[in-house]
């Protein structure tokens, strides 16, 4: 019986878990959260109870009864509280297609092996597991990708996926009077969050211009009809839109906050196609909270650690199996490209799938390899008509924060780059310590990443240092390294 | 306004009754609802940030919500930057928030003494 372990219970992560307990593997289900689900079906937790919080989310009878079936699975291990800090490879696993020779002495040379701690969220005295499956499906998801803008640090400016968790997860309303900014239809949902939880949406505020959108999502429509159940989702947020009439401003984006210890309003201007800020468009707009995402960043770091290699656009690259470029090590979801919530369900279930011993060929895969095609193809339009322009920058001036956890301005990011004449991302970050806070570049990462490019001659980096490779996916405490047990 | 929970009544998933969970924070008494967040109970006790940034004395509180940014790190119970909006809290946590100084210039000693609350290792 193969072992397999899911690394993330998000939809793609649950639906990797049941896909190989089905081809009849022992799995074991992890997640960093207190609870699966991820942050799509980011939920209260058991000790607040209601009668009907379903209508806070979509699908969500599929995911409580995939809940209680992994949970009273005798051969499923669900570990919640469960942070994976490191993943160390061996040779042999990174080459896929190992010599036969190898393959049959393979034992223990060819298992990557796992380092977890298990425990309350940056506790002390968590335990330390390690395992060493003989597959893994990677499914870690992503985080709001917000770009940075004058005024963006002062408290009371969130992500718009901290507004949805702090709505969903805590039934916490952000404020009273909220802009909604950025670009993507995950706007939607968060201003649909927003308003149950009785805050006013003063406006939505999406970059990307109508006609962008339109030729982003309406060509071939024939093949967006597919898509039917997505299609219903968006329309039911419109649909509230309407109902609660909250502005939807198309080719609009918030320039700058304003406030001293917190915000008190933003600045909303006109953008171009390329999101250039269009000069005298500025008016100010009151707002006690402001939540502003303009993409999302792939949480690679346990994927990069277990050696897999990405593709041109940054995310984790895989075949029809979903397999990685390191054997026996598999990848579904946000991590492969972002596509939301039906594509992640549909390359889970492929994921865990083949991780099991089975193939993309089986008779069984036959739906969600439909569903894969499908929604491939709804996140291609969605990249087309919301994908970060990069005229953005034009609303960067000197003194705007770039890295929030070591305080590096604009301005300082671009003079070393000038003077040092240097687009290597390693000297920038010494030079300036932008990305080397306690978010290890989390946040700042892909700014950074493309100020530089932006400073040096040929419009690219020189070096192929990146944010995402961090030897320790997780900061966690030396007494937690210390305590050996062997 | 600071942020604020959904009053239960007006909720539209019909919450059933939550019970209370207690905690201090900078040895203040605070109350929450069982299973919330560190940060969920700082968020709706009025306070929009809690932390001060190193070189900027900036104020932040919570951004991203998900554990990602760590600006809304506090100690809790004596352990440093725990992130507030990951950490549920339990009965009796004993929070502090972080105000943390830059450290010393080696060319002078005595600036990390003289620095307004500097560390906050409580």
Known sequence: ?486 | MPPRSVPPADDPIRPDPSSAVHVTVDGVSRTGRAGQTIAGILLTSGELSWRRTSQKNAPRGVFCGIGVCFDCVVTVNGQRDVRACQRRAADGDVVDTQHDALPAHPADPTSRLSADGGGGDG
Not at chain 1, 106 to 135: C, F, N, S, Y
Request: hydrophobic share 40%; proline share 4%.
């Open chain 1, 1 to 486: 019986m193969a072992d397999v372990l899911v690394i993330g219970a998000g939809p793609a992560g649950l639906a990797a878990a049941r896909a190989a307990r089905t081809q009849g593997a022992l799995v074991t289900l992890l997640d960093a959260a207190d609870d699966v689900g991820g942050q799509y079906w980011r939920h209260l937790p058991d000790n607040r109870s209601s009668e009907r919080e379903r209508v806070l989310h979509h699908g969500w009878a599929a995911f409580t009864e995939l809940r209680r079936a992994l949970d009273r699975d005798d051969h499923c291990r669900v570990l919640r509280s469960a942070q994976v800090w490191a993943i160390e490879e061996t040779d042999a696993a990174r080459r896929k297609e190992a010599p036969p020779a190898q393959q049959a002495s393979e034992g223990e040379l060819r298992r990557t092996t796992v380092h977890i701690l298990v425990g309350p969220a940056d506790g002390a005295a968590r335990e330390r597991l390690t395992l060493k499956p003989d597959a893994i499906v990677v499914a870690t998801g992503a985080h709001d990708r917000t770009l940075p803008f004058p005024g963006w640090e002062l408290p009371g400016v969130f992500t718009a996926g901290a507004a949805q968790a702090l709505a969903k997860g805590e039934r916490v309303a952000v404020g009273e009077r909220v802009v909604v900014a950025g670009a993507g239809p995950f706007l939607l949902p968060v201003a649909a969050s927003l308003v149950q939880t009785g805050s006013a949406v003063v406006g939505v505020y999406e970059a990307s211009r109508s006609r962008t959108l339109a030729s982003g999502w309406l060509p071939r429509p024939w093949l967006l009809a597919r898509a039917g159940k997505k299609g219903v989702e968006l329309a039911g947020y419109v649909v509230r839109q309407v109902r609660h009439r909250i502005p939807y401003r198309t080719g609009t984006a918030v320039v700058r906050a304003h406030g001293t210890d917190r915000v008190t309003a933003v600045t909303i201007a006109s953008v171009d196609e390329q999101w250039r800020p269009v000069r005298g468009t500025e008016r100010r707009v009151a707002a006690d909270a402001v939540c502003v995402s303009h993409a999302f960043t792939p949480r690679l770091e346990l994927a990069l650690a277990a050696g897999c290699e990405l593709d041109d656009a940054g995310f984790v690259a895989v075949d029809a199996d979903q397999r990685t470029s390191v054997r026996d090590v598999y990848a579904a979801g946000e991590i492969t490209g972002i596509g939301g919530v039906e594509l992640a369900l549909a390359e889970g279930t492929i994921a865990g799938h083949c991780a099991a011993g089975g193939s993309a060929t089986d008779d069984v895969l036959r739906r969600p390899l439909r569903a894969r095609s499908i929604y491939q193809e709804f996140a291609q339009r969605m990249h087309a008509a919301h994908s970060v322009r990069p005229g953005w920058t034009g609303w960067l001036t000197d003194d705007t924060v770039v890295c929030r956890c070591e305080e590096v301005n604009c301005g300082a990011l671009r003079a070393a780059a000038a003077a040092t004449e240097s687009s290597s991302l390693r000297s920038l970050k010494l030079s300036t310590r932008a990305g080397l806070g306690i978010c290890q570049g989390r946040i700042c990462g892909r700014t950074v990443e493309k100020l530089l490019a932006d400073a040096g001659p040929h419009g690219r980096l020189r070096d192929d240092a990146r944010f995402d490779r961090r030897p320790i996916a997780f900061p966690l405490r030396l007494g937690e390294l210390a305590t050996d047990d062997q």
